[in-house]
């Protein structure tokens, strides 16, 4: 499985991003997929994740209010839609994916499926 993660960039605190992640190379649909993130000198923490049907998402408190994580398994993709920016979620932002589960737990253990980063540099 492939996944290719765009859509970062440089914004000022308070603003908004959409990161997009499409998947390939799959052989099944039921992949929960989700987002982490990687500040300099900092651990990969997970952000959010999204259930392979759609209906069931988990976010990092870090997350909660401000983010929103969708899918679209027609286009094998997942989405996160980034709101209220502040400089503290400068990081590069991985996109995962594993068939395991529900999506839920993403903090306490790691996907098997990984993009390759896109960087969020929030200014303020």
């Known amino acids: 499985v492939q996944l290719q993660a765009s859509g970062g960039g440089l914004v000022q605190a308070g603003g908004s991003l959409r990161l997009s992640c499409v998947t390939s190379g799959r052989t099944q649909t039921s992949y929960n997929m989700g987002w982490f993130r990687q500040a300099p000198g900092k651990d990969r923490d997970f952000v959010a994740s999204i259930k392979w049907s759609g209906d069931v998402t988990y976010y990092a408190d870090s997350a909660k209010g401000r983010f929103t994580i969708t899918g679209d398994n027609a286009k094998n993709s997942v989405y996160l839609q980034m709101n209220s920016l502040k400089p503290e979620d400068t990081a590069v932002y991985y996109c995962?994916?594993?068939?395991?589960?529900?999506?839920?737990?993403?903090?306490?253990?790691?996907?098997?499926?990984w993009g390759q980063g896109t960087l969020v540099t929030v200014s303020s």
């Open positions: 995962a994916a594993d068939p395991r589960g529900d999506g839920s737990g993403w903090s306490r253990w790691r996907p098997n499926y």
